[in-house]
């Protein structure tokens, strides 16, 4: 039987048909299409065209698993940076299918774990506590449009999948530019509360790079006519942050000043997660940042800030670290989550 799976995610969307190799082994892409997410009404339209230009009538699937990058809530889900509207049961119902599962875009990459090959991670720390009880708990997170965790425990027979939204817990300065960056982000957002997917993400980067040419003495720097083009476009908007990269790539200072303010917060905030979770089993860094930094994360700088815990540092140093290097993992991770749905009943 064949199933589909996708990623839906606020920039981009994933979808594709697998199907069953067997249970040990990955589900094998028959066919796959990328999808701007701005440019879509909604996750209906995406998946009629898909099907339409895609799906032959002998590969149509029966089963369906959509990683949302957003909460679920009763089969239901609205993207969080997205004014999308996603029904379990309007998908059934409109496409045929005779099972679909709904499930957050983290939670569901605990599935993909077990079924990682060699070549799509790349391990940053190993675990130096090989007897710890604790062995099968991982978490994951991973800075892209948005900032997201899940977390999970996996044996032999079973994953048990704990959903989080621990991206939206407060940010907490720890250094007095910090502090500067996150006054200003209440006050140009007009909030009382500044979460750290404000600040490491996609729009966080926008927000930091915002922040910095905020001030007078660097008003004329010339990232700002990309600002002002961005104000009436959503694709300029959630392109600032892969420009600001590319800017500090190609020597831009204050732009790689930006770049390295926004990757401190986000391997500190690494290392405070590591010690909330105690994942022993593995702490995996994965959305669509880690492969586009993953220089910056193979470096002293990473973890000396993933460390700099305190009396904990001997803690957070027995955490194995493994960072994902494939861009679609959350696509390879539904698919799995999919084919296991074929033996439930």
Excluded at 69 to 80: F, L, R, V, Y
């Amino acid at each position: 039987m064949n199933f589909l799976a996708c990623d839906l995610g606020g920039t981009k969307v994933l979808i594709a048909i697998y199907e069953e190799v067997n249970k040990d082994s990955p589900p094998k892409l028959i066919a796959k299409e990328r999808y701007l997410s701005a440019e879509w009404e909604s996750i209906y339209t995406i998946t009629k065209d898909f099907l339409k230009n895609k799906c032959k009538n002998k590969y149509f699937p029966k089963i369906a698993c959509f990683g949302i990058a957003g909460p679920i809530d009763k089969n239901n889900s609205k993207i969080t940076n997205l004014n999308w509207e996603i029904s379990e049961l309007k998908l059934k119902n409109d496409f045929h299918f005779e099972k679909v599962e709904l499930i957050n875009d983290f939670a569901v990459l605990l599935y993909g774990i077990p079924f990682l090959k060699s070549n799509q991670f790349k391990t940053l720390q190993n675990n130096t506590n090989k007897n710890n009880k604790f062995e099968g708990y991982h978490t994951i997170v991973g800075a892209g449009t948005g900032l997201g965790i899940s977390r999970g425990i996996i044996s032999k027979t079973k994953i048990l999948v704990l959903p989080s939204e621990g991206g939206h817990i407060e940010f907490a300065p720890k250094t007095h530019d910090e502090w500067e960056l996150k006054q200003w982000v209440k006050s140009y957002l007009n909030i009382e509360r500044v979460s750290y997917e404000r600040i490491i993400s996609g729009e966080g980067l926008s927000n930091i790079a915002k922040w910095k040419l905020s001030k007078e003495d660097i008003i004329d720097h010339p990232f700002n006519k990309y600002l002002e083009k961005a104000k009436d476009s959503k694709i300029i908007e959630k392109s600032l942050a892969g420009k600001i990269c590319q800017l500090a790539k190609a020597g831009d200072s204050l732009m790689a000043e930006i770049e390295t303010l926004w990757f401190n917060a986000y391997s500190s905030f690494i290392g405070d997660l590591a010690i909330h979770e105690l994942c022993f089993g593995g702490l995996w860094i994965s959305g669509g940042t880690a492969p586009k930094h993953f220089k910056k994360f193979i470096s002293d700088s990473f973890l000396k800030q993933f460390s700099n815990k305190g009396r904990l540092k001997d803690i957070v140093k027995t955490i194995p670290i493994r960072i994902i290097l494939d861009e679609e993992f959350g696509l390879h991770s539904a698919a799995c989550r999919a084919q296991s749905l074929l033996n439930i009943q």
